[in-house]
């Protein structure tokens, strides 16, 4: 309660959300002419981010990979950066049939007319009988593309279009490899988003409408999530200029961007009604400004701790995870761009209307009944009663559920499956049926003399490599200059490597340089490029093979680079970089949550519940996509692992959504236990007057999240999975039985700050405290309907 002002007292200040607010609110058509404006011109930059996005990038700056691909590139002349395999396939002809080697040679020469291809190897050349398939149906024409991994990308979809004029009826002819993949899999999810987001808007709405109960209130959070998302796209084309973005994070933009703009349109509209329904014979524009005070003010706390959580993101030196990074903290600044200035706008516009078009059957949403005898309060109040029962059942459900998580196996999975019918996932596959798995994406060994050109130590230390890698049990196949040399003069030393590099013919000019100093050897692994086989063969290569047949003394550097050893690679930035990223995070909102709630143990017990529901997700997440259970629900198949990125980026992003619901309820909580010193009496009004928002909010994100289960893409299904049941245990176990339960039990020692520290820590306020009145309206005094629902910056207190 506010305490009265005596005569000549000066009025305080309006907290400045409250005159941003106003502000909004009087100019309220100048706000959304300019909203349009930047959506028009968002509009324009949407095709430039989906048209430039790239697949998952796995170059580590520094990293071993990384120093192989920068080789092939500055070294070599054809400047060769990646090997490709064109599958031509029949049921019906053999590769000796002429109309068979007709389709060959006409893709050969297609190709080779094609920007962004540097050399191709003919099948039917000699020395080329280990290209057909055993049951001489298949024929594969191995292509060098240049370039780094977007101009592969981009230049992937234009070699398959050229080679599709040279496929017959009887005839298929398929792109694979890692460019041709990604490129299929960025196709597949921009298919897969557009169905996600036309099943999980339609019952999003459905949602809001039950919270609601009128058409303009809850259509108003969904158009404004949709506004807010087409304005991140657009702000990410344009740094798409500048940067380069991965697919994945248009399904990450996509989740977080729709679920957090429609959750924080939706507290401050339903605050908005509340003001409304208390409001006197206050403005429009007052009115507003009290949402933005309240609602408002939590809403800019909670997206600036999502955007401190994501920036953590920052701290692992791989693109894909500053890529994700990037995209996030953009979509997040934006949802809340448009919450603070043109919400509030439209909420101005809207006035009491928004409230109209009642849907029947739902009139009572539209009321306030009191939340002091709803079925939240006496739900509580059985909690309270026995903390340590319900307590303790919902914490050993969630550390059963988190079980699972200590067997968490990572890998990587190309994306084959997810792409199964379009050319380079029907390629790829069929490569791995009738040659070995290895060939569409080889490992590439790339071997340079410090000395200059090599000579006959260097050579004789080559060919030692060589011969260790191809007795290797898991090698296929080892493409080599001294075996190259040897089949040429029957020799492999300096001799025989000056009279090839004189040769105006150049056929080792994709093996050796022009100068004879770098040279690479291209190996066939009989497994795919994640499986555990060829992590494991890579791993041989890079600590045993190497070291013993090009120590130090040979003079001969190796570096090991290709798909499967940029997988390691990235894997052991995941490892250097996690602990940096999880102690930036967990101290930083450590250090926020205190700032917000002035209480040591309300800060760690809040960092406490939100590992538990991260890790009771975490949990569920292996037991299901690792483990294999419910694959034929979920229309998977298992590979044993999860996608090495998602764990880390699932994690950040978690802890930044479960901080808002924790923001919500405990300044609630706060706000009465300032009011009241009844620790008792605090979490019950906490609960019960943000339960049916937050319930409702979580429901909203559950409902987006879960529609992403439904694409083929692996890691968007494994995301949408893990997003969807932490915000569901978050929002029910977690917010309504465990925090509750705890904070019972330890009673006044809630609220415990030792006052040196309150003295030093700023104030943080998040509650609404004196608002501003109009009209003489501000002397202090609550009406009862406003008493009653209280003045919380999290949610409303109509239930």
Same mark, same amino acid.
Not at 762 to 780: F, I, M, N, W
């Given at each position: ?40 011109? !968002? ?86 009988? @280990? ?592 997003? !969807? ?67 919380? @910056? ?6």
């Amino acid at each position: 309660m506010n305490p009265q002002k005596t005569p000549g007292q000066a009025r305080p200040a309006p907290p400045l959300l409250h005159r941003l607010g106003v502000w909004s609110a009087a100019h309220a058509w100048r706000v959304v002419a300019v909203w349009l404006v930047v959506l028009v011109g !968002a509009g324009l930059l949407v095709p430039r981010f989906t048209d430039s996005l790239t697949g998952s990038s796995l170059s580590i700056t520094g990293s071993e990979s990384a120093r192989a691909e920068k080789l092939m590139k500055e070294e070599f002349d054809s400047a060769i950066t990646e090997d490709v395999v064109v599958v031509f396939d029949s049921a019906t002809r053999s590769v000796k049939d002429p109309a068979f080697r007709d389709a060959v040679e006409r893709g050969i020469d297609r190709l080779k007319d094609q920007d962004g291809v540097a050399s191709v190897e003919d099948p039917y050349a000699p020395g080329g009988e @280990a290209q057909f398939s055993g049951d001489g149906r298949t024929a594969l024409v191995l292509a060098g593309l240049t370039g780094d991994e977007r101009d592969r990308q981009a230049v992937a979809p234009k070699l398959q279009e050229a080679l599709d004029d040279t496929a017959r009826d009887d005839i298929k002819v398929m792109l694979t490899g890692s460019s041709a993949l990604n490129a299929a899999v960025v196709e597949q999810e921009d298919k897969d988003l557009a169905r996600a987001e036309s099943i999980g808007l339609p019952i999003a709405l459905l949602v809001l409408l039950v919270a609601f109960g009128t058409l303009v209130a809850a259509g108003l959070p969904l158009m404004l999530g949709v506004f807010a998302l087409m304005t991140s796209f657009g702000v990410l084309g344009a740094l798409s200029y500048i940067t380069t973005f991965d697919t994945f994070v248009q399904a990450v933009v996509t989740m977080l961007g729709l679920a957090l703009g429609i959750d924080y349109c939706l507290f401050m509209v339903t605050r908005q009604r509340e003001e409304l329904g208390s409001r006197g014979d206050r403005s429009i524009p007052e009115v507003v400004g009290a949402t933005m005070a309240t609602a408002g003010k939590a809403v800019l706390f909670s997206g600036f701790t999502v955007l401190v959580s994501v920036a953590g993101l920052l701290l692992v030196r791989a693109p894909v995870f500053r890529s994700m990074a990037l995209g996030v903290m953009v979509a997040v600044a934006v949802m809340i761009a448009v919450a603070m200035t043109l919400l509030p706008a439209v909420l101005a516009l809207l006035g009491t209307r928004i409230n109209r078009l009642a849907v029947p059957g739902l009139r009572r949403a539209v009321q306030h009944p009191d939340p002091e005898h709803s079925v939240w309060a006496r739900w509580t109040r059985v909690v309270l009663r026995r903390p340590v029962l319900i307590g303790g059942t919902a914490t050993l459900v969630l550390l059963l559920a988190a079980a699972p998580v200590f067997g968490l196996k990572l890998g990587f999975d190309v994306g084959a499956s997810a792409v199964a019918d379009a050319p380079a996932g029907a390629g790829y596959n069929l490569v791995a049926k009738k040659f070995a798995p290895g060939t569409a994406t080889p490992v590439q060994v790339v071997v340079t003399s410090s000395d200059g050109a090599l000579d006959n130590a260097g050579l004789k230390s080559l060919d030692r490599l060589s011969t260790l890698v191809k007795d290797n049990k898991q090698v296929d196949g080892v493409l080599s200059l001294t075996d190259a040399l040897k089949e040429q003069t029957g020799a492999a030393d300096q001799d025989a490597l000056r009279t090839a590099l004189a040769d105006d013919k150049g056929e080792l000019d994709r093996i050796v340089n022009s100068s004879g100093r770098a040279t690479i050897l291209t190996v066939f692994s009989k497994s795919a490029p994640d499986s555990d086989e060829t992590i494991d063969l890579v791993h041989w290569i890079r600590d045993t093979a190497a070291p013993q047949a090009a120590g130090p003394e040979s003079g001969l550097v190796v570096d090991t680079g290709g798909l499967t050893a940029q997988t390691i690679d990235v894997g052991a930035e995941i490892n250097r970089g996690t602990p940096w990223v999880l102690t930036a995070i967990l101290g930083m909102s450590f250090l926020l949550l205190l700032l917000a709630f002035r209480s040591l143990v309300l800060a760690l017990s809040a960092i406490v519940m939100n590992l538990l529901s991260v890790g009771a997700a975490f949990g569920l997440l292996t037991w299901v996509f690792q483990d294999g259970t419910g694959e034929a629900l979920l229309d998977f198949t298992s590979r044993g692992f999860i996608q090495a990125y998602l764990p880390i980026l699932t994690f950040v992003v978690l802890f930044g959504l479960s901080m808002d619901y924790e923001v919500f309820l405990i300044s609630r909580m706060k706000e009465e236990w300032d009011r009241t010193k009844d620790n008792t009496r605090a979490v019950t009004v906490g609960v019960v007057h943000t339960a049916k928002v937050i319930t409702a909010a979580a429901a909203i994100m559950v409902v987006v999240f879960a529609s992403f289960m439904i694409t083929s893409v692996v890691e968007v299904k494994q995301m949408g999975f893990a997003l !969807a049941v932490a915000v569901l245990v978050d929002a029910t176990l977690i917010r309504v039985v465990v925090v509750p339960a705890v904070m019972r039990l330890l009673g006044a020692a809630n609220w415990w700050l030792p006052k040196w520290l309150d003295r030093a820590l700023p104030r943080v306020q998040l509650t609404e405290g004196p608002s501003p009145a109009a009209d003489g309206a501000d002397s202090g005094e609550a009406g009862p309907e406003r008493a009653a629902a209280g003045t919380t @910056a999290s949610a409303p207190s109509s239930d």
